[in-house]
């Protein structure tokens, strides 16, 4: 079905106004492990908390989508119009990872606006901010935006092990081999490109309850350690903020995440 011009506009728009006021960006595929190749349903969800709205898939908002095997990165096409979910794919023997970068949003805080000063509390972003004296740390500020997310999806028997793709800018690694990913510590680094990013809040959701189930803040190795601690699915979670050097804008967030399944 071929959609008018001006009514993607207006989905862009609507979609924009309920991000900015949602807080994470996830994948979140129908599932996370099989024993042998099938289709896989992608949904991209925007929400807080692990707890969110399947959006559709509006080429204009996406800088790369792709699905990365052990063999090969295929670029993800997805499916138009009003369509959830956003995408089909399917997955080969193997590890395989689903990346999304979105294109940069903006957004203005106005003088006393409360989001804000929740924003940095919410994910520790004061540390961050205070390397950069000369720009405001209070409103008015504005900021552009940018989500870069990841999800594993295993089919076989494994063993298995997560691997930087390097294809966004900001991206978290699930650290050593596994077989299926059993509750207990999990280890994780943050990469920036391809040097480990020291000094950024992490947290871990759990979706049955939506609730934060640990949090920490990465070494100078990039690394975090991480409880997760029931047979459940769960979001890894963090921002990155910088100077916006490149806009009008005061700053860029980056805001990666990674979502996998802890099984029995």
Known sequence: ?????SVWTCIAVFLFSAQSSAHEFWIEPSLHH???????????????????????????????????TERKTIAIKGLMGDSRPAAKITPEAGLNRVIHHTTPYSIAFDTGDQRWADYVALDGLANQLNKFPDLPKETPVSERYVRSVKTLITVGAGPFQDKLTGRIPFEFVRAGPFTRLLPGSHTFILYDK???????????????????????VTNAAGQINLT??????????????????ESDNNWISHWPSLTLEVAD
């Open 1 to 5: 079905m071929k959609i008018h011009r």
């Open 194 to 216: 391809d040097r480990p990013m020291p000094g950024i809040l992490v947290k871990a959701f759990r979706q049955e309850d939506r609730m934060v189930v640990d949090e920490n």
């Open 34 to 68: 099989a024993d042998t190749p099938n289709s896989v349903d992608i949904l991209l969800k925007v929400g807080q908390n692990f707890r969110g709205n399947a959006q559709p898939y509006l080429p204009t908002d996406i800088a790369r989508f792709e699905l990365i």
């Open 228 to 245: 997760l601690p029931s047979s459940d699915r769960y979001m890894i979670s963090g921002v990155v903020i910088r100077p916006d050097y």
